[in-house]
Every structure is written in structure tokens, then in C-alpha cells.
């Protein structure tokens, strides 16, 4: 793996250019009003990238930096739903074979997504530990190179090719919001954000009931942390062993929202911006609701990870 | 009122561009291969238009088209919904008073808009005549002048404009597909469409269970027609006095389609685009999916009319 820095990101963005969307940047006069700050408010719109999420950007970086003869062995991953996708379509487009790990229950919409790649789908208990147990079965049987969804320097300078878009869409940004689950996208994020505007302050969001991240990065160290459930199950994943020294060096702050927020949060977004967004794509703006953010009188951009829900299981 | 060409539609447009959105125009090739046809299909996504409709250019259109000393007595209007939130914001920006007759069941989302926008609101039992009668008696009090939804010429000329930009956007079209009701964003669209591009084809779509402008279509004179529940509530009303021979005149066809493929296209567009549409916006892309329209190989442009949804009361 090459050092994971500005360039590696620039790079990515070169590598996957062809294959991925350049998303639009939103805004909503509505929403800068109804904030409980004065704030212009920036929506980089991941939700309607490839497969529904950012999630595309990592994996088609990693699938098509590998050399010809791994890549034909084949690529695997373990994943709740957005990076298998992400996995089984930059594999299809490579023409090599994709095994995806996935949680026997997963939702239908991202199961459909993956099916309709063409990747060879295993499913698993729900728990951590059983998909990468199953991952590494898969592994060993077929030869295959795992594509980690956070772990993997390439998957992480893929997902900071979402910051770069927004900055040079947006260039006086005072501070980028960014959900925290693993931090491959937090991350790449904070990288490009620095590097493009050293000014920049980068603040993560995370679920309370899923604050391993923010308790880490006041610790000084990274602590595995009991979890609750939370609605925004993309962020349920403890924060890595590769991610988070980065996390400490870049990210300028770690807060938490509660549920509530978050729902509020996401419907708000639905009805003012008409576009769909999962939960974990609505805990930026949960931050402003519950105020842990200053953004007063600033640019804040933010983005909405990705939009892939269950129309079926709404949370209201 | 002056008489309703290409020249009205370009007028209105230079009028009321500081007020709207240039709404995008999207693209999904999991769409387009989702299809029954392979066509090339282009959104013009008016549910991300101001007030969430596409009504936001007609009414506009209209309120700043009337002088200094008709506009201070007032605007009054009666909607089920889009159009009295147009005409309220459209009052709001010229600084007039607006009175708003909405029927006693309008969807909560539509009214909480209005309110927003500080409109008077007047509430009336749903039925036209009684949307009619009371909206006449407010104008009666008021001095008012009255917006009407479709039969006026500058609320025509308005919603025209949806279809230049899309035009502008996509020159080469094929076909525009449009959903009609009283057909004033059918009627707008087909002159425009015709005269930029003369060799376009112009097909309105109405729900099954309201298909007076389909009947009137065939039968060469307007028909009032009994009407079922349609879900695609903004289609309910028959086609105007004044819009029946403009359609006559530009559009090529009217086709129907069933509550189910409304649902299904509605859903659908959710699903793979991300993005929220009323039900009445899903109408054209319901006649592709019961193939009421032949579109294989064509590039097919649809405006996706708007996207103010009850999120509590969705048909699935």
C-alpha cells in the first residue's frame, strides 16, 4: 500500500473517474432558514452516486488498483449492504468475480442491488466476528483479495474524492460534517479537506448510541465500546486500527446526536429537499438540530452519504 | 390577456427567472435499462422547484404579469395544494396580500406550506364547486384578482418554461411526456416543445380513473366525465375552457394509466433515482412501464411535476 496522503486521493479520483457519478451539490434556502443556526448550508449528494452511496468511489478505487493477476483471482468483502454493493458492481465492471459477505438481515433493497451485480452472495449471522469468519472461508476456498470497507488505503483514498468534488464546487467552506462508522469516508474526507483548505475545520458526527469514535478520540486511544442500537446501522462499526491515527491528526472535533435527531433529521431532509437519504446520511444535519455544532453565520458543507432505505420499514 | 405563443412562454421565462429554480435535469442507466423499452429518459426534476412544483413558474408568471394597482387589492386562488402555496409565495416575493381556498382535506405538508408563506387560508368542503363558490366570495370581499390554476394565459405561458429549460438541456429530443389535469403544464409544454423543436412528439398521460382529457381527446370536444379516486390527486380536475384547443391543437396523443403502475412508477423513481415525487409526477413514467407509449430507442424527456408527499400516508 502506498502512504495514504493528498496524492493517493488525487489519484483515486483520476483511477475512478470514469465510473463513477460527479453528484451535484444542493441547497436549500428552506433548510437555511429552518436551522436553528444562520447558516449557508452545502449538501453533497451521495445519495444519488452509483449503488446509492459514496461507497462507490472506495471500492472501484481498490478493485481496479489491483494488478491483473489478483484481480482475476477475484475480490471479497464483508459488508452491511452499500460497500458489498459498491464491491459487486467496480468487480463487474473490471470482469472479475465478487463474493459478498452480508448479514442474513440485511435489507431487501440492498440485497436486490447486489444480486443484480452478478457477485456471489454469503450470508451470515449479524454479528462482526461472523463475517469476517465468513469472509475468510470464502477467502481461503477461491483465492480471492478482500476489499475492506474502511481498513484498505485505497478504499479510503476513494471516499475522500467526495471532499475534493465539494471543495472545488464550493471552495470557502468553513467546515465539512461528516458521519463517522469505520472512518474510511471521515478519513478520506479529512484528508482533502485539509490539504485543498488548511483552514477548514472537520467535524465527525456519530450515533450516541454508537460513540465509540468520539470516546476514542477524547481518550487519546482506540476504544472498543459497547453498542446500542442505532437507526443508522452504516454506523454501527467500531472505527479502525488504520483510520483512526488519521482521525486524530486531521478531524477537529468528534460529537454525538441522539435517535431522535437523527429521524427528525432525515425527514426534514426528505420533505425539504425531496431526496432520499438513509439514517446514517442524516447525522451532519442531526448535529445542527441539536445544536453540537457551531455553524453560525458559516458555510458548512455536509455529505449525504448515500440513500439506499427499506421504503418498506420507514422510522415514522 | 395577450394571445398565448412562444413569445408569451419566452417572456414569462425572463420574468420570473430570479424567482424559480433551473431546475436539473437527471438520468439514471438503471432506469433506463429497468425499462420494458430501451430508451434514453431524462427527469426534469421539478420536485426540487421552489414550493416543491413546477407550479412555482405559472403562478409567478402570473402575479408579476399584473400592474401595480390590480397587484396591491390581492391575488386569491383556489388549489388543492401546489398552486395555492405558488400563488402565496408568488404574493409574498411581490409584497400583496393572497387568500388561499384549499379544500378541508388537503395533505398537512401543503398546508403547513402555505401557511409558511403567509397566506390567508380558506377552508372549504372538496368539491370543485364548493372550492369555486368560496374562492368567488373572497374576491367578492376583497377586491382581489384571481390566479387560476390553469384557466389563465400567464399561468400557462409560465409553466412553459419547465419544458424550454429541458429542451435547452437536452435539444434532441424525441418525445416529452406530460401528465395532464386541467392541462395547463400540458398546454405550455406543447408550445413550447413544438416550436423548438417541430418534429417532437408531445403524449399527455391521465390516470385511468379521470381520463376526461383522454375521452375529450378522442371525441374531439370536451367532456365532462365521471370521476373515480385517483391517486394522482393533481389530476383529478377536468381540462380547461381555455387549455382543451391549445392540446387539441400541439399535443399528439393522450394515453392512460392504471393506480398500479402509478404506485409502481412512483416507487420505483424513489427507489433508483432518490428522489421524492408526488404521485401525479409518476404518471408519464407509468405509461412507459405499461407501455402505453412507444419509446424503444427514443431519447424520452418527462418533467417530474413535483414532490410534496404525505410521508405519513405513502401507498405502500
Known sequence: ????????????????????????????SRLNEASPATASLFFKCENFQKIGAFKARGATNAVFSLDDATARRGVATHSSGNHGAAVARAARLRGVPAHIVMPSNSAKVKIRAIEGYGAQLVFCEPTENAREVACAEVIK?????????????????????????????????????????????????????????????????EPANADDAAQSFRAGRRLVTEKKFTIADGLRTNVG????????????????????????????IWETMKTIIEPSAAVPYAAILENKIDVNGKRAGMILTGGNVDLDALPW
Open 1 to 28: 500500500m502506498p502512504p495514504l496522503n493528498f496524492n493517493a486521493i488525487r489519484a483515486a479520483h483520476k483511477r475512478i473517474r470514469a465510473y463513477i457519478h460527479r453528484t451535484p451539490v444542493m441547497t436549500s
Open 141 to 205: 476456498k477461491t483465492g480471492a483479495t478482500l476489499i475492506h470497507s474502511f481498513e484498505n488505503e485505497h478504499v479510503i483514498a476513494g471516499q475522500g474524492t467526495a471532499a475534493v468534488e465539494l471543495l472545488e464546487d464550493v471552495p470557502e467552506l468553513d467546515v465539512i460534517i461528516c458521519p463517522v462508522g469505520g472512518g474510511g469516508l471521515l478519513s478520506g474526507t479529512a484528508i482533502a479537506a485539509k490539504s485543498m483548505r488548511p483552514q477548514i475545520k472537520v467535524i465527525a458526527v
Open 241 to 268: 486500527e488504520r483510520t483512526f491515527p488519521i482521525i486524530r491528526r486531521y478531524v477537529d472535533d468528534i460529537v454525538t446526536v441522539s435517535e431522535q435527531a437523527i429521524v427528525s433529521a432525515m425527514r426534514t
